[in-house]
């Protein structure tokens, strides 16, 4: 049987409000629930990357917050390794899940080094001192997340790439089998996106970590999460929960339904968003492959709206001969075919047809 580092069971999640006035009177003591996902059932592995989606106000925060027992649930459990994290204490927790959040972490004068090792403090006296079996996991968490060049220097003087790497080094030093990251992308460029993902997927991969991030990257979860728990609102009063693997929420329509709004749609085929232009010129496209995927891509950027396999209206031809990569326009019904030998000429001479036609 398969053994859970983490399982929620009927788990509800929300916040809840001050006291209420029941009448004019007279203060009520309850405070007010309010719900804003329920009936949670997740389950979390050794080796497994899991990528948290959902729009803005689905509750990633509040779930990844509720699961580290940072934030009560309303209802049901978590349950880390089998014990309930409600019950558990703080320093059982620490040495069971390691959590890295978004805010940046004030340090004053503070070291790369000693930041890390910060993560041992589950393990150590209430002096804080590292024994010599701490000091080798630390240099092995600086190692892993290649912040060894950058060990001793502040962490006030690092980029926000280099300081999440020291925030993600200072969790493996807390060795723990769950690490919970929220938003570990934000703010970074695309490189350092990547890396972190990267790193993170190693962990899952050669450490037999069990790795959950919430994160705005729907590109990039789909490419490494082994799952993902999508958070959607559902229209009712709470947001509805799904889990399976990033393939299955595409093909079932998962995603689309979460994230497509007015003005653009969710390509299916690429994985990504993009503008829709159903009220653009038709132009036909024939051809196939990474060329079509591309000029496609260049003719609605311009604002039209390609139909595949179209040669009875304008339409752009992709032909290859001896090597070279050749774009054939017909303007209409009995014109001539114009070749042009890039996607620039090719939308200059779609543009200049399009004015002709107008005038």
């Known amino acids: 049987m398969r053994e ?32 804003i996902a329920e009936d949670i ?8 990357l899991i990528c948290l989606l959902g729009p803005n106000g689905s509750g990633k925060s509040t779930l990844m917050r509720t699961l580290a027992g940072v934030q009560k649930p309303l209802g049901g459990s978590v349950l880390l390794k089998g014990s309930d994290v409600g019950r558990l204490h703080p320093k059982e927790t620490a040495k069971l899940l390691s959590l890295v959040l978004t805010e940046r972490v004030t340090t004053g004068n503070m070291s790369v ?26 240099r092995h968490a600086i190692e892993t997340t290649g912040t060894s060049r950058f060990a001793h220097r502040h962490i006030g003087d690092l980029s926000d790439g280099e300081r999440q790497k020291v925030m993600i080094a200072r969790a493996i030093a807390q060795d723990t089998p769950i690490i919970l990251l929220d938003e570990p992308t934000a703010h970074l460029d695309l490189p350092n996106r990547l890396e972190i993902i990267r790193l993170l997927k190693t962990l899952a991969m050669e450490q037999r970590k069990a790795v959950v991030l919430s994160t705005h990257e729907l590109d990039l979860a789909l490419q490494a999460a082994d799952r993902i728990w999508l958070m959607n609102p559902s229209g009712g009063s709470a947001s509805a929960m799904v889990s399976a693997i990033p393939e299955s929420l595409v093909l079932d329509g998962h995603l689309e339904h979460a994230f497509t709004r007015n003005g653009f749609e969710f390509d299916s085929h690429s994985g990504s968003f993009r503008f829709r232009h159903e009220g653009g010129h038709p132009v036909g496209l024939i051809g196939e492959g990474v060329p ?12 039209y709206r390609v139909v595949h396999g179209a040669s009875d209206i304008r339409h752009v031809e992709i032909e290859t001969r001896n090597g070279k990569r050749n774009w054939m326009y017909v303007s209409g019904e009995g014109c001539q075919p114009v070749e042009k030998g890039s996607l620039d000429e090719l939308l200059l001479l779609v543009s200049e047809s399009q004015n002709e036609g107008k005038a």
Do not use: C, N
């Open 4 to 35: 859970y580092f983490l399982q929620t069971r009927e788990l509800s999640i929300g916040y809840r409000s001050g006291a209420r006035k029941s009448l004019p009177w007279k203060v009520s003591p309850h405070p007010v629930a309010k719900i």
């Open 41 to 48: 059932e997740l389950e979390l592995g050794a080796g497994e």
């Open 113 to 138: 080094y000693a930041l890390v090792a910060l993560g041992r403090y589950p393990y150590t006296g209430w002096m804080g001192k590292l024994a010599p079996e701490d000091e080798v996991i630390v």
């Open 292 to 303: 079509a995927y591309w000029t496609q891509r260049a003719l609605e950027r311009a604002g």
